[in-house]
Nanobody
Framework: QVQLVESGGGLVQPGGSLRLSCAAS????????MGWYRQAPEKQRELVAS???????DYLDSVEGRFTISRDNDKNTVYLQMNSLKPEDTAVYYC???????????????WGQGTPVTVSS
């Protein structure tokens, strides 16, 4: 079926930058909204940024102005450029996509396995 594979996570110092990528593959008719979630240890998962197929974006208030979400519809890929990283950005980041696998299928909420981001000096 559908697989989402994230890449780009790692360890960075405060103020540094990372670019996360998530590529969707498998049985896909159309991908609607895509987004990035994150979950810090002992915390609830939260939506960091989302983007519609047409390119409309929304951001968590705490990352507004620092993070930028984008997508390449031809490549079924979503990106998250993270700048001016702070220790509180430390979390496992998960890719999410709303996918219609066939023209007659309902929308399926698909998730990647997550990529850890650690911001520490």
């Amino acid at each position: 079926q559908v697989q989402l594979v994230e890449s780009g996570g790692g360890l960075v110092q405060p103020g540094g930058s990372l670019r996360l990528s998530c590529a969707a593959s498998g049985t896909i008719f159309r991908i609607n909204a895509m987004g990035w979630y994150r979950q810090a240890p002992e915390k609830q998962r939260e939506l960091v940024a989302s983007i519609t197929r047409g390119g409309n974006t929304d951001y968590l208030d705490s990352v507004e102005g620092r993070f930028t979400i984008s997508r390449d519809n031809d490549k079924n890929t979503v990106y998250l450029q993270m700048n001016s990283l702070k220790p509180e950005d430390t979390a496992v980041y998960y890719c999410n996509a709303d996918i219609r696998k066939t023209p007659w299928s309902p929308i399926t909420d698909c998730w990647g396995q997550g990529t850890p981001v650690t911001v520490s000096s």
